[in-house]
C-alpha cells in the first residue's frame, strides 16, 4: 500500500517559521510529482506549492511566494514545506499528495490530479 505521513506541524506565533515533512512509502518516490495543499474550516481546498520529480521545476500559489519553500530529498523518500513569516491566514490542516509523472519537470496545482494524499498535519498560527 501506498502511504503518505505528514509531520512537523504545530502552533507558532505569527511572523514564526515551521517545516512540516511528508514520508513516503510503497512507491517509487522519485517518479512521482509531489504537492501540498492546505484547507481551513469552511473553505475550499488551496493549492501551496509542487516540485517536479527530482526537484528542477517548483511552482508555489500566490499568497506563500517568497514565504515558502518546497523541497525534497529523494534518498529519504520525503518531501519538506519550509514555511517562514508566518500569518494567521496560513491557519490550515496541510496535506501532501503524489501524482505519477513520466515527464522530468512536470508540476500541476490541480487538487484533482494527485493520486494519493496524506492524513495531514495542522498548522495554527496565533497572532
Known amino acids: 500500500q501506498v502511504f503518505l505521513v505528514e509531520s512537523g506541524g504545530g502552533l507558532v506565533q505569527a511572523g514564526g517559521s515551521l517545516r512540516v515533512s511528508c514520508a513516503a512509502s510503497?512507491?517509487?518516490?522519485?517518479?512521482?510529482?509531489m504537492g501540498w495543499f492546505r484547507q481551513a474550516p469552511g473553505k475550499e481546498q488551496e493549492f501551496v506549492a509542487a516540485?517536479?520529480?527530482?526537484?528542477?521545476?517548483?511552482d508555489y500559489a500566490d499568497s506563500v511566494k517568497g514565504r515558502f519553500t518546497i523541497s525534497r530529498d529523494n534518498a529519504k523518500n520525503t518531501v519538506y514545506l519550509q514555511m517562514n513569516s508566518l500569518k494567521p491566514e496560513d491557519t490550515a490542516v496541510y496535506y501532501c499528495?503524489?501524482?505519477?509523472?513520466?515527464?522530468?519537470?512536470?508540476?500541476?496545482?490541480?487538487?484533482?490530479?494527485?493520486?494519493?494524499w496524506g492524513q495531514g498535519t495542522q498548522v495554527t498560527v496565533s497572532s
Open positions: 499528495a503524489a501524482v505519477l509523472s513520466s515527464n522530468y519537470f512536470y508540476t500541476t496545482n490541480v487538487g484533482s490530479d494527485y493520486r494519493y
Open positions: 510503497g512507491l517509487t518516490f522519485s517518479s512521482y510529482v
Open positions: 516540485i517536479s520529480r527530482s526537484g528542477g521545476n517548483t
